[in-house]
């Protein structure tokens, strides 16, 4: 019998991407565990490679001598068996590999990044190669370069001596020789951060006797030996910073055997400051009663997914916090999900607030080894509740007793770049695997899952008042098309203007969105009408005020913007209401007043999203206007008026879900009107007033909304009725993209037409450009293919990608699917 690791390989392309079979030779046998990750050769030419152990067997010696694992990159597993199923899972339904599954659960610091070094072979010396080398030129440049290197030469070196030629023949001929030989070394790119600690080696009396008679002579030594006496231990670091001693006073007191020095791991942390801990909110009856329906549920230690849909200031939170003291009292550790624009300061203070150390956070902008750090302190058990945007779902907590996602509709829940995964679907297998609670909490549900909420497959929490019997704010719709006809054509119509007037005499505060993304304004030619165009992507350049250049979103191509209009040399214009530009109009309108402007613009330059709002806050301005990240989560019950500059912007986008996405904008940002006693306000300008999205938004109606919307969904064959499954095609040649895709659709109805997929019932549409038709130079083009997400589907989009990758024809022209994308 033999050891096989079955092996899943970091460099492996979709349509290759299975187990491979290695030989775990004996002397790594009892240190390998599945979930390590190893160098392997792989290939024809055994190059060396990234891989990660799935499983190991034991099994009878194959007639084929299997390739051996040559070196081991962990200590200990970094996925455990949960984690492994969970990888192999997303491969299945998201269409990725293996490894980019594994490389969204880990954080970045633990990449490692692979190195080739040739050297000598052991037992060659310098005159030995040059020997080997010969009279041939390149031979002996390559020795020269090796030699010339400490510890080997990289590929990268022996290019560069070798200009344009190729230094490969060279170099296969010596090894071939037995002159040189290639070694892969791992770097990763994050290390462990230690510390060095003092601890005492021997009981205080007999160490104080040491050192107190000799205070004279070494003042120093007797110093630190009495802090350690009163701490019993301390960083070295802090000892010598109370007393004054130095690194080697420490070293000499342990040589003398009173104290020993160990190293041990820090964890890099972005502190939250100065939190008062809170206690534990004690709930009114509404809430009572969700939290005790939760609860059970989450005790009953069965996976389950509930809903937790209340109106915005219902308490939403205050019931989730209940859940987690539940869920720690009984062991187990929590998970909370927020949207990237929902993790603001105040939520992080919160968590801090109630559970202090225990607390990890986890999102995007955190540097790596934060990223690495806060990982180990979830791993390790020190943290037991976690806090975080999407990616935060693979966090490595041990007995998951409960996540909940909050504003479970949040588009941001959703991968656009590989693995494309639903955090919603991901958290849900993982209750699945835990026998935990999955909590969706939302004012505004997404469509789909209030589907499965109405038909029972999750349980439906509701919270109907707001806190404090609050009533939510009453709402009127002004109409812009009439206020251009009464002459005013600027963003701001008057019965907005003056309820900020008022407002502000009654030293009240008001919130206006401006329902645009970004801060970016859109440029064009006065005289000729052209908008200047991304040279490698089919769309418009955005004027951006921070550094002063148009750009790209896309690619992020960036230029300074030109003088004047390179085809007529006109003037440009700068249409589209900026924040900026209705700011101004605010001034204006509202002369002596102060206004504070929050949008990507204003956030990144100096100041801080939490210093804005803190501002906003202690010194009472009366005016916030930004972009989306005024419109959620927000919680000042000095705001008494809400205003919504142009609600239309993102209905009509051409997506299906862009009414939903409306809907709920709308109605989170009308939720920060009226929290506190004063009660409030809410103003939305339109120039569509009879939109029934608007109107229902309006009055706060999800469940007209809802209604209107499922039954356009169910016409329209949308989620939740049909998944949609989008395969797109990209490359350099527009009519390679279009063959390709022409094939790929015949392909598809062939089989569509076969007896084992009749039950599909599939609707294929497209090819058809999509929404950007072109990106950094490539063309896309996408067929879409509307069916219930089945196995028996996903296991022929699989089939459909594996054969787009391996058929020559399609060469230049890469291949994907997505399922249900947000964009
Ligand atoms: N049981 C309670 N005890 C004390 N304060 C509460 C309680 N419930 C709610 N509140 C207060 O009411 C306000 C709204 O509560 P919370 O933020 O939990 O609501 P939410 O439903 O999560 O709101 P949103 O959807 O708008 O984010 C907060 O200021 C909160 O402190
Ligand atoms: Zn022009
Ligand atoms: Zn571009």
């Given at each position: ?19 491979y ?71 299945e ?38 020997e080997?080398?010969g009279?041939?030129e ?21 290019r560069?001596?070798f ?20 070694e892969?070394?791992?770097a ?20 104080l ?77 509404e ?118 996602l ?15 995964y ?9 209750c ?35 806190y ?83 750009m ?34 605010l ?24 210093t ?147 039950e ?63 964009d």
């Amino acid at each position: 019998m033999e050891l096989v690791a079955r092996i899943a390989l970091n460099a492996a392309t979709y349509a290759i991407d299975k187990p491979y079979d290695y030989l775990v030779p004996p002397q790594l046998a009892d240190r390998l565990v599945p979930g390590m990750r190893v160098i392997i050769p792989f290939g024809p030419g055994n190059r060396r490679t990234e891989g990660l152990v799935l499983a190991l067997e034991e099994a009878a010696p194959a007639g084929v001598a299997l390739k051996p694992v040559l070196t081991i990159l962990d200590e200990e597993p970094v996925l455990d068996g949960q984690a492994l199923k969970l990888a192999l899972w997303m491969r299945e339904r998201w269409f990725c590999t293996v490894y980019d599954a594994a490389r969204a659960m880990l954080p970045a610091g633990l990449y490692y990044a692979l190195q080739d070094r040739w050297k000598l072979a052991d037992g060659v010396d310098r005159e030995t190669a040059y020997e080997a080398a010969g009279k041939s030129e390149h031979a002996r440049r390559v020795v020269e370069v090796v030699v010339s290197q400490a510890d080997g030469a990289d590929v990268a070196t022996l290019r560069a001596a070798f200009g344009d030629k190729d230094p490969n023949p060279a170099l296969r001929l010596l090894r071939d020789k037995g002159v040189l030989t290639l070694e892969t070394s791992a770097a990763r790119g994050v290390g462990d951060k230690t510390q060095q600690v003092a601890v005492l080696a021997i009981p205080p009396e007999e160490a104080l006797a040491q050192v107190v008679p000799r205070r004279r002579s070494a003042p120093m030594r007797c110093a630190v030996v009495e802090l350690l006496c009163a701490l019993g231990e301390a960083a070295a670091k802090e000892i010598c910073y109370f007393t004054g001693a130095s690194m080697p006073t420490l070293r000499s007191l342990e040589k003398s055997g009173i104290l020993t020095l160990e190293k041990r791991e820090v964890y890099r942390r972005v502190a939250v400051e100065g939190v008062e801990p809170a206690v534990r909110p004690i709930l009114n009856q509404e809430q009572q009663a969700a939290f005790a329906g939760l609860d059970a549920l989450a005790s009953a230690g069965k996976a389950a997914v509930a809903l937790l849909y209340g109106v915005t200031g219902s308490g939403k939170t205050q019931v989730y916090l209940n859940l987690i003291y539940e869920a720690l009292a009984r062991g187990k550790s929590a998970l909370v999900l927020v949207p990237e624009i929902g993790l603001t300061p105040q939520v992080m203070r919160l968590f801090a607030a109630h559970f202090g150390e225990q607390v990890a956070v986890l999102h995007s902008a955190l540097r790596a080894g934060e990223r690495y750090d806060e990982w180990k302190r979830i791993r390790s058990g020190k943290a037991r509740v976690v806090v975080g945007t999407r990616s935060a779902v693979f966090a490595p907590l041990k007995d998951l007793g409960l996540i909940v996602l909050d504003e479970e509709q949040e588009a941001s829940y959703k991968s656009e770049n590989v693995p494309k995964y639903h955090a919603r679907e991901v958290a849900k297998f993982r209750c699945v695997q835990q026998g935990a609670l999955l909590v969706l909490a939302s004012a505004t549900p997404s469509i789909e899952t209030m589907y499965q909420a109405r038909q029972g497959i999750y349980r439906l929490f509701t919270l109907t008042r707001r806190y404090n019997q609050r009533e939510l704010p009453p709402v009127d719709i002004v109409d812009m098309k009439e206020e251009l006809r009464q002459g005013s054509g600027g963003d701001l119509s008057r019965p907005l203007l003056a309820a900020l007037e008022e407002g502000a005499v009654r030293g009240e505060q008001s919130i206006l969105l401006l329902n645009r993304r970004g801060a970016s304004r859109m440029v064009t030619c006065g005289e000729c009408g052209e908008a200047p165009d991304c040279p490698r992507c089919s769309i418009h350049l955005t004027y951006h005020s921070a550094n002063g250049r148009l750009m790209c979103h896309y690619c992020g191509h960036s230029q300074p913007l030109p003088d004047a209009c390179p085809h007529c040399g006109g003037a440009f214009n700068f249409i589209g209401a900026g924040t900026q530009k209705v700011e101004e109009e605010l001034r204006e309108a509202l002369p002596g007043r102060e206004i504070l402007r929050m949008d990507a613009d204003a956030v990144s330059a100096t100041h801080s999203h939490e210093t804005l709002l803190g501002r906003f806050e202690a010194e009472n301005i009366p005016v916030l206007l930004g972009t989306q990240m005024v419109a959620k989560g927000l919680d000042f019950p000095n705001v008494t008026l809400v205003g919504v500059i142009s609600a239309d912007q993102s209905l009509y986008a051409d997506d299906y879900r862009a009414g939903e996405r409306t809907f709920a904008l709308l109605t989170q940002v009308v939720g920060r009107a009226g929290r506190g006693e004063k009660g409030g306000r809410a103003i939305i300008q339109t120039f569509t007033p009879d939109n029934e999205v608007i109107r229902k938004a309006a009055r706060q109606d999800y469940d007209g909304f809802y209604a209107q919307e499922l039954a356009l969904r169910e016409l329209r064959g949308c989620p939740p009725f049909r998944d949609l499954f989008i395969i797109t095609a990209s490359g350099r040649l527009e009519g390679a993209v279009l063959r390709t895709c022409m094939r790929l659709r015949r392909t598809l109805e062939g089989w569509l037409a076969l007896p084992a997929y009749r039950e599909i019932h599939a609707k294929l549409l497209g090819p058809a450009p999509a929404a950007v038709a072109r990106i950094n130079e490539r063309y896309r083009y996408r067929l879409t293919l509307a069916c219930a997400n089945t196995r028996p589907v996903r296991e022929m989009v699989a089939a459909l990608l594996r054969a787009a990758q391996t058929d020559k024809e399609n060469k230049g022209v890469s291949v994907s699917a997505d399922v249900n994308p947000l964009d």
